[in-house]
């Protein structure tokens, strides 16, 4: 069985200040086999400003997915 594509989940809760930077690295990392790369980052009930960063960073690179969560729930 090959793999074609390869998701990416990454958590965030009060990280303004680095999920930008983090989710960068995760566009640049070239993956091998020729995999795709999809990137999902969630929001889980932040009560800092990292749903706008999420939000600015999305805008501008539509291939990451934003999911947005009012509370937070955890891993």
């Known amino acids: ?3 074609k ?4 989940i990454i958590p965030c809760y009060n990280e303004e ?3 930008a930077k983090v989710l960068e690295k995760d566009l640049q990392t070239k993956l091998n086999y020729n995999l795709d790369k999809q990137i999902i980052v969630v929001n889980d009930g932040s009560t800092d400003n990292s749903a706008s960063a999420i939000n600015q960073f999305c805008e501008r690179n539509p291939s990451v997915i934003p999911i947005h969560q009012s509370k937070n729930s955890g891993k």
Do not use: E, Q
């Not at 594509?5 to 990416?8: E, F, G, P, Q, R």
């Open 17 to 19: 200040k680095l999920i």
């Open 1 to 3: 069985m090959a793999l």
């Open 5 to 8: 594509k390869l998701t990416i």
